[in-house]
Nanobody
Framework: VQLEESGGGLVQAGGSLRLSCAAS????????VGWFRQVSGKEREGVAC????????KYLDSVKGRFTISLDSSKTTVFLHMNSLSPEDTAVYYC????????????????????????WGEGTLVTVSN
């Protein structure tokens, strides 16, 4: 099983990026699929999550209206469309999936640094410059 993120890079403040996460070995049927980000020295935070069975989505308050999570029709790739980026969005972004579970509450207070998710990607770096 592998989740592979792509699409990160350097962008100016106010710009946009689209991150992709492709699954191999599994698909995202009946799963919660989320995007998380982490800045060095800080805890990983959940940014957005989608439940593939019903399309329910959750967003961290600070990204609502700017980020959009979506799944492709084959449910093997999840996207994160990020608009109006600011330097505070600079982080390594990870995707993760959890089979037969709902999305975690965001912001997460469960205490598990891996949010109870089954599979994680290696991450892609997003850098937003002033």
């Amino acid at each position: 099983v592998q989740l592979e993120e792509s699409g990160g890079g350097l962008v100016q403040a106010g710009g946009s990026l689209r991150l992709s996460c492709a699954a191999s070995g599994i698909n995202f049927d009946d799963s919660a699929v989320g995007w998380f980000r982490q800045v060095s020295g800080k805890e990983r935070e959940g940014v957005a999550c989608i439940e593939s069975s019903n399309g329910r989505v959750k967003y961290l308050d600070s990204v609502k209206g700017r980020f959009t999570i979506s799944l492709d029709s084959s449910k093997t790739t999840v996207f994160l469309h990020m608009n109006s980026l600011s330097p505070e969005d600079t982080a390594v972004y990870y995707c993760a999936s959890d089979y037969l579970e709902p999305c975690p509450v965001l912001p997460y207070t469960g205490g598990d640094p891996y949010y109870g998710m089954d599979y994680w990607g290696e991450g892609t770096l997003v850098t937003v410059s002033n």
